[in-house]
Structures are given as structure tokens and as C-alpha cells.
């Protein structure tokens, strides 16, 4: 089954529900962005994520150190790196990692070969923020290329109404959504529901 993220969570009822609605991932946001969190928060917030539920920390170009305290200090299972982190930085990092790649053209899809990691997330280019944007890519390159053996989580404008089809056509191991689940900029409990509802029935 489609394994499901909601990211850019900042209270319990929001992670609650995400959790008890079956979601596999729940996203913290350390970078510029509406949704981000200080350690201290994430800290408070990750107190509500039941064990089966992996805490993501996601990153922009952040300093490797940095990103080794927070993970200590939050207790995070995975890091998502959404910069321009090279394969060098992100191949040596200790603990599972998701690397996300901005999607204009097959070309972006070919450095993925230099990434080694265990989720290669598919977003699309940047707008305000480097993610969280609400802007979905041309997922018919999602559809042509030929991933091997890599897991892919698809994300950018994701929304309760687009996402079985999205699952249905590009078949990816899993899908992150941020600003699809929200209403007036506040993550919306009934769209989360919906979402990974949705996402893992693969249908509306
Ligand atoms: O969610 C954010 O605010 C965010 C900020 C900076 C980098 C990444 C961020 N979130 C990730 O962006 C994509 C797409 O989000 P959306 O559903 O289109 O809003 C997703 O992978 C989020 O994890």
C-alpha cells in the first residue's frame, strides 16, 4: 500500500488525527517557511507521534552538524533534504534520508543515480519556499522514467481531490503533502482525513 506524509505539522490535534487516520510519516519543518518549527517546539510536538509513525525533519541547506542536534535532540527517524545538498553531503550522512528533487525535466530526474538513499522525493521547482508551495509538477515525467529499484515519494500539490490519481498513474512508494491539506494557511483536520483516505484507497 502507498505510504502517506503529511508534513508541516504544528499541533497535536493536527498529528493526532494524521496519526490515527493511518498516515506512515509526520513532517517537521526546520527551514524558512510558514510552517516552521524551533527545536523546542518539534521537541513538544514529537511527543504526540505514536512509535509506528516516523518523524521526518525537513531541511534546507543546512549544516551537517545542525541537522545531527536536532536529530538527537527531537528524536527524528528520517531527515528530507530540500536544497541543493550534493551526493557527497547527503551519501555520508548517518542516519535514513530523503532527498528531494525539484522536477522541470527529465534532465533534473538524471542526477538521481548519485543519490544514495532511502526515499527519492519528486517536487516540483521551487516558488517562495524551496517546498510547501502548493505547486504540482508535470507528473507525466514522474510517469516516463525508469526508477530501478529506487522508492519514490511524490509531492507538490497534492490535494484530497488529485491524489489517487496520482498514485493510480505514477505508482510511487509513497506521497507528501503540505499546503493541500490546509485551509486559510492552518492544517485542516478534515482534509488530512481525506487525504490519506484517498491516498490509500487510491481513489477520491
Ligand atoms: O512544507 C513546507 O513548508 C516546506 C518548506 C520548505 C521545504 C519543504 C517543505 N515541504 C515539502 O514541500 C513539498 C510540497 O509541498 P506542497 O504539498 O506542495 O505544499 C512536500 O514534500 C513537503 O514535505
Redesign the pocket.
Known amino acids: 500500500m502507498v505510504q502517506v506524509?503529511i508534513?508541516?505539522l504544528m499541533n497535536k490535534e493536527a498529528i493526532q488525527t494524521a496519526a490515527d487516520a493511518g498516515t506512515d510519516f509526520i513532517?517537521f519543518?526546520f527551514?524558512?517557511?510558514?510552517?516552521e518549527v524551533t527545536v523546542e517546539q518539534a521537541k513538544e510536538l514529537a511527543s504526540y507521534v505514536p512509535s509506528h509513525v516516523k518523524k521526518v525533519g525537513?531541511f534546507?541547506n543546512e549544516e551537517r552538524a545542525v541537522i545531527e542536534e536536532i536529530v538527537q535532540t527531537v528524536g527524528l527517524d528520517y531527515v528530507?533534504l530540500?536544497g541543493d545538498e550534493t551526493p557527497e553531503f547527503v551519501n555520508q550522512l548517518p542516519f535514513p534520508v530523503i532527498k528531494?528533487f525539484q522536477v522541470r525535466s527529465e534532465k533534473d530526474l538524471e542526477q538521481l543515480e548519485s543519490y544514495h538513499c532511502d526515499y527519492y522525493?519528486l517536487?516540483?521547482p521551487a516558488g517562495k519556499?524551496?517546498?510547501?508551495?502548493?505547486?504540482a509538477f508535470d507528473w507525466n515525467l514522474a510517469k516516463t522514467f525508469n526508477f530501478l529499484n529506487k522508492k519514490v515519494?511524490l509531492?507538490?500539490?497534492?490535494t484530497p481531490e488529485n491524489v489517487a490519481q496520482a498514485v493510480q498513474e505514477v505508482v510511487p512508494a509513497g506521497v507528501?503533502?503540505?499546503?493541500?491539506v490546509e485551509t486559510d494557511g492552518e492544517k485542516d483536520i478534515e482534509k488530512i482525513k481525506q487525504f490519506i483516505l484517498a491516498a490509500k484507497k487510491g481513489e477520491n
Open positions: 506524509k508534513c508541516g513532517g519543518v527551514a524558512k517557511s510558514k510552517r525537513v534546507v528530507q530540500h528531494a522525493l517536487d516540483s519556499y524551496r517546498g510547501g508551495n502548493g505547486e515519494l509531492a507538490g500539490g497534492l507528501d503533502v503540505s499546503s493541500g
